[in-house]
T-cell receptor, first 112, second 113 residues
Framework: QQQVKQSPQSLIVQKGGISIINCAYE??????FPWYQQFPGKGPALLIA?????SEKKEGRFTISFNKSAKQFSLHIMDSQPGDSATYFCAARGTNAGKSTFGDGTTLTVKP | GAGVSQSPRYKVAKRGQDVALRCDPI?????LFWYQQALGQGPEFLTY????????KSGLPSDRFFAERPEGSVSTLKIQRTQQEDSAVYLCASARPPGEKLFFGSGTQLSVL
């Protein structure tokens, strides 16, 4: 049972463009939704996170949009740069539940 | 240390061998997690400690997998009688309370031949 579904699997964007990655979840007990960035040979690194009491959170070029009724959230990367080329994972964590459930990842390639 | 440290970085084991993977969390981080990441997939939860207490081990695939954190700092993930399907990257993460922001190590890449 996949509790967090992520799409697309891969994404190619031109430099300066907008990258959009989507996730959908099933468990309404989730209350913390982070996005992680992973470079080859490294562990995931927290990029930005949101709680379901807000619909949008922006940090620099990165924005999370959250739709609680649809149980969906997305990551928008504005002005995408070649250095943003990495694998991105959405995740969800429940209240008082230690574990986070991850999506399968999106490989982003930003072409110069 | 500055970050979560995992050793060894790479481990090659023959099928049937036992392996031990070490995680040194960030100093002061109460929570410690182990995840398994297969090639091309997202991390899958294995187990979770708060200090020395193992609060959740629901993700351990079989009784061949065992984790401990006896003094509430360093943790070891042990895999007995390794199988080819155990080949993956094993990630350790730590967090300070309330445990939301995870800091991951670079992982141990285990290859079972």
């Amino acid at each position: 049972q996949q509790q967090v579904k992520q799409s697309p699997q891969s994404l190619i964007v031109q430099k300066g463009g907008i990258s959009i990655i989507n996730c959908a979840y099933e468990n309404t007990a989730f209350d913390y939704f982070p996005w992680y960035q992973q470079f080859p040979g490294k562990g995931p690194a927290l990029l930005i996170a949101i709680r379901p009491d807000v619909s949008e959170k922006k940090e620099g070029r990165f924005t999370i949009s959250f739709n609680k009724s649809a149980k969906q959230f997305s990551l928008h990367i504005m002005d995408s740069q070649p250095g943003d080329s990495a694998t991105y994972f959405c995740a969800a964590r429940g209240t008082n539940a230690g574990k986070s459930t991850f999506g399968d990842g999106t490989t982003l390639t930003v072409k110069p | 240390g500055a970050g979560v440290s995992q050793s060894p970085r790479y481990k090659v084991a023959k099928r049937g061998q036992d392996v031990a993977l070490r995680c040194d969390p960030i100093s002061g981080h109460v929570s410690l997690f182990w995840y398994q990441q297969a090639l091309g997939q997202g991390p899958e939860f294995l187990t979770y400690f708060q200090n020395e207490a193992q609060l959740d081990k629901s993700g351990l695939p079989s009784d061949r997998f065992f984790a401990e954190r006896p003094e509430g700092s360093v943790s070891t993930l042990k895999i007995q009688r390794t199988q080819q399907e155990d080949s993956a990257v094993y990630l350790c993460a730590s967090a300070r309370p309330p445990g939301e922001k995870l800091f991951f190590g670079s992982g141990t890449q285990l290859s079972v031949l």
